[in-house]
């Protein structure tokens, strides 16, 4: 069969975007009041002395008093530069440089059940190029996003731009200070506008007209003060105040120029305090030294605010004018202070009618010319300091509050008709499943096969397929500490280990709760899938002495599978073996197990295609991917061309079969796997379909793509990963991100409410690899860091194998 050919069947219409939903909350209706709600934010963070920390520990505090039913989980980002610092009540702390804190954080976020993640972004207090990790980030949460943007830059780089446009295609809701960014948003950025909300910096709410008593207090009383404060470094603009004080100084002798706020700590760590001692020379050079009180320390908001209420005017000199927000010009607005200012997308917007005066950039003639025209009259500095202090009553905190509760409650509000997971085309599909759902339905002896709704059956007991597949899972799974992997890979391993009944040389498969097996010797299928298990071990446990075990092990058991001819046992068996000869070239036994079953499956198919039927089988049956999957697996690794192409038209044509007309996936149902029923194509019993189907729907195009490179598995991948997702024939969302569980699958009347370990393992095991092939497909398989965690490639999580390679 000819692409052109396959490429009706595959392509599949993409689906739309939308929103994680969870599956545990879709279909309840509203209280008829508002629940407690909590969500996580992200940011800088006290004790961390910048802007974007003063601003989110802001948030925490006018929250908690004006918004007490919003709990708030603080992620601090932190710059390890410099002496550590002691955070308080923070859920956890990020290293803005290390990709493991995002992975962490990012599970831990899904996991713990908040309703959406606020997001505070700048581009300096993220790692990377301009801050790129965050898109990283961004891309595993599962909770709908609320993005805060501090600057939009109407001239970005090319990576800014990109990064701007990631964060906004997977913003639920977006949150700007000022209508310019709204518009810069919309127009230079292509985001929706009905997103964005622009919501003014918050401010405190405290009496007009203090200024000469809290003089008094730093011993300036009777005296006109100017001030400015912030991080100190180049850029600035104040040099031109100093030069401005000649002139200020001349007309009115009691003016202090008090300049506040410590050096900024980057700028320190390359260029200590060259700056400030330059400022400080440029004032003794002007002779206006005696002038300018400098105030070394970055305050804590209370003090901040007390000194601003000792100043008459504010000045805020910065030449930059794409800076989008100031949060001290907020602060002296709402205090009544007169502000003078360059004309910046804030000062621009929040001085309009006459609430300030704005200057042009770099000029210390017009700064000295607005700040003595201020002085010269009292009357009309007073009015002035009036109408921003009118101005402010719109900014202060309960304000504030009340526009971000709207804002996150609007991200959080359930839909009446969620969609799948797919943001903007290229992004959500990184997002971690939680492991909660797996560890809730496992205990000391291993996992348990089935559930009622989300709690463990034990009356089922456990099986050797459920085991083998939790311990393929934990070789993948992200985010978890090394001592909750170990434990866990072991419990499952040493399920599988004692399954072996050396007396028969086959694996049991069925055992009771009390660990009494109800059998000597499993299924032929599981037996097959437990050497796959070993074999995926062997190429992709993190540790090495896991690696060795299951190494060990299939040396042991591989021999049996050379007098089995179950053709899905073959299979699962030639999988494992393909796994073992990526990683040991020379491994005699694998390549025994793969020459004998793809002989065997290649005969099958010779033995059974049919011009209208072109599958192994003359029925249809469950994982049944897997034929073509190992057939393309084993075709590379032993250089037979003919079983490749055999895959790949195979999966073709199965894959057409699972196309539903209108492009969504459609599994075998589980009616169709009973009696015999020849050549008889699935449509017509569509029902039950099962989680399984659509893992190796998956995993076999991720296979058929390693090979080919044609971008048409990546799409049939998708839609298949969709159907977990709410893409499927009743509309019903199976697969919970937070959780990671999943339904056992769907029926006439919707979804089946069970949670088993087949179905989780299923979602689970699928999105990981999806994780995998879409990286691949779009130049990502490898982002910073990943390759040592988990060494993510296209078919195997080793680096990767070229076709052919080996003999």
């Known amino acids: 069969m000819t692409r052109e050919a396959i490429r009706p069947f595959i392509a599949g219409a993409p689906v739309d975007a939308g929103d994680i939903v969870s599956i545990f909350t879709t279909d309840r209706k509203p209280p008829a009041s508002a629940p407690p709600r909590r969500i996580a934010l992200i940011g800088t963070y006290a004790p961390r002395k910048c802007g974007i920390a003063t601003f989110t520990t802001d948030v925490v505090e006018q929250f908690a008093r004006y918004n007490p039913e919003i709990g708030m989980d603080v992620y601090a980002l932190d710059n390890a530069a410099g002496a550590p610092l002691a955070y308080d009540r923070v859920a956890q702390v990020i290293a803005q440089d290390c ?104 401010a405190p709410d405290r009496p007009f007209g203090r200024a000469e008593a809290f003089k008094q207090r730093i011993g300036l009383g009777g005296r006109k003060v100017l001030m400015t404060f912030g991080l100190l470094g180049p850029g600035k603009g104040l040099e031109r105040v100093i030069e401005a004080l000649p002139a200020i100084v001349a007309r009115h002798p009691a003016v202090v120029y008090r300049i506040v706020g ?31 009180a400098w105030d070394n320390r970055f305050l804590e908001t209370g003090e901040l605010l007390d000194q601003l209420e000792a100043c008459d005017i504010y000045i805020t000199p910065y030449p930059g004018l794409q ?50 025209a201020l002085l010269d009259k009292p009357e009309r500095l007073d009015r002035v300091q009036r109408r921003a202090y009118a ?34 085309g290229e992004g959500a599909l990184t997002v971690i499943p939680g492991l909660s759902g797996v560890f809730a339905m496992s205990d000391a002896t291993g996992m348990l096969q089935h559930a009622i709704g989300i709690v463990p059956d034990r009356r089922h007991g456990y099986c050797l397929d459920d085991n083998a597949r939790a311990l393929m899972l934990m070789n993948l799974a992200q985010g ?74 299939f040396d042991e058991v591989h021999p049996i599978f050379m007098e089995l001819d179950s053709p899905r046992t073959v299979a699962f068996a030639m999988l494992g073996a393909a796994a073992m000869l990526r990683v040991a070239p020379g491994h005699l036994g694998a390549k025994r197990v793969l020459d004998r079953g793809g002989a065997l499956l290649a005969n099958l198919l010779d033995s059974a295609r049919r011009p209208e039927w072109g599958w192994f089988e003359a029925k249809l049956g469950y994982d049944n991917p897997r034929f073509s999957q190992a057939l393309i697996e084993a075709g590379t690794l032993r250089r037979k061309p003919e079983w490749v192409a055999a895959g790949l038209e195979t999966l073709a044509w199965i ?13 075998i149902g589980s009616e169709t796997f009973g009696p015999e029923r020849a050549h008889e194509t699935y449509q017509k019993l569509p029902f039950d379909q099962q989680p399984l189907e659509a893992q190796a729907a998956v995993e076999a195009a991720r296979s058929a793509y390693a090979v080919t490179r044609d971008a048409h598995w990546v799409r049939h991948a998708r839609i298949a990963h969709d159907w977990f997702l709410g893409a499927n024939d009743r509309g019903v969302i199976l697969a919970d991100l937070a959780t990671g569980r999943c339904r056992d699958g769907v029926t006439r009347r919707g979804a089946n409410e069970n949670c088993g370990a087949e179905s989780i393992l299923a979602f689970q095991l699928a999105h990981y690899s999806m994780l995998a092939l879409w990286g691949a497909a779009h130049g990502a398989a490898d982002r910073p860091g990943e390759a040592r965690e988990s060494g993510m490639d296209i078919i195997g999580q080793q680096p990767a194998v070229k076709p052919l390679a080996h003999s």
């Open 655 to 667: 894959a057409a079969h699972k196309t539903s007309a209108s492009g969504h996936f459609r599994p």
């Open 480 to 553: 978890l500490a090394p001592s909750e992997r170990a434990r866990w890979s072991m419990t499952y391993a040493s399920f599988v280990q004692h399954a072996w009944n050396p007396d028969l040389r086959r694996f049991r498969n069925f055992m009771n709760f009390d660990r009494t097996w109800c059998e000597a010797s499993g299924s032929d299928d599981s037996n097959g899938r437990a050497l796959w298990a070993l074999g995926h071990t062997v190429e992709n446990a993190p540790e090495r002495d896991m690696r060795s075990w299951a190494r060990r092990w």
């Open 262 to 292: 410590a050096t900024h700590p980057n700028h320190a760590l390359s260029h200590g305090e060259s700056y400030r001692d330059g400022l400080i020379a440029l004032a003794r050079e002007l002779g206006v030294e005696q002038h300018i």
């Open 391 to 424: 101005r402010g009553r719109a900014t202060i905190w309960p304000a504030f509050a009340a526009a971000g509760e709207r804002l996150v409650a609007s991200a959080i509000t359930p839909r009446t008709n969620p969609r799948p997971v797919h943001a903007s």
């Open 99 to 202: 990709a493991d804190d995002y992975r962490h954080a990012a599970r831990r976020i899904n996991e713990s059940g908040v309703d959406a993640v606020w997001l505070q972004h700048e581009y300096g207090i993220f790692g990377g190029e301009d801050g790129a990790m965050v898109c990283d980030f961004a891309d595993r949460l599962a909770p709908p996003l609320v993005l805060t943007l501090h600057t939009v830059l109407g001239e970005p780089s090319p990576e800014q731009e990109r990064i701007v446009r990631h964060l906004a295609g997977r913003a639920s809701r977006i949150m700007v200070m000022s209508r310019h960014a709204r518009d810069l948003l919309v127009t230079r950025y292509d985001t929706d506008a009905e997103l964005v909300e622009v919501i003014a910096h918050g």
């Open 323 to 372: 800076q989008a927000t100031s949060g001290t010009l907020s602060y002296a607005v709402a205090l009544g202070k007169a502000v003078v200012s360059t004309p910046y997308v804030h000062a621009r917007e929040l001085l309009a009618d006459e609430t300030g005066i704005l200057i042009e950039p770099g000029s210390s003639a017009a700064i000295a010319e607005a700040v003595t």
